[in-house]
Every structure is written in structure tokens, then in C-alpha cells.
């Protein structure tokens, strides 16, 4: 179980977009996923859908980095 965890905390953040939207007429395409590892996450339809997501994955993918910067 421990290796699966360690897996999953090492795995990068990957957003995507589904082929098609869900039909109900207020999206603007398919909704956006956030996979990590073996899991994914349906963030929505809505306008900032993708921004958010992304967000989400920068700050995943960066966490544990070297402070570069010297703050």
C-alpha cells in the first residue's frame, strides 16, 4: 500500500479535455481532467475549468522544488 502511495505522490499532474461535452447544453466542449497517476479528477465545463486545473497541476507539479529565487 506504501508503494502505491509513493507512486501516486510522484506521479506528474496531466490536464485533458473529454472528446465531447456532457450534453446539457452550457459547456463549451468536453469537461477538463486532472490525472495524477493512476487518478483523475473531473474539474468541470465552466469557462475557467481549464485555468483552474492547470493552476491545480503547476502547484502539484512544482511542490518539493528548490526555492530558487532565495525567498
Known sequence: ?????????????????MPSGSGDGYGYGGGIILTIGDRSLFIGEA????????????????????DTKGE
Open 1 to 17: 500500500m506504501r508503494k502505491h502511495i509513493e507512486n501516486l505522490i510522484n506521479a506528474p499532474a496531466i490536464v485533458s479535455r
Open 47 to 66: 469557462n475557467f475549468s481549464k485555468e483552474f486545473a492547470e493552476e491545480i497541476a503547476e502547484r502539484w507539479n512544482t511542490r518539493g522544488m528548490p
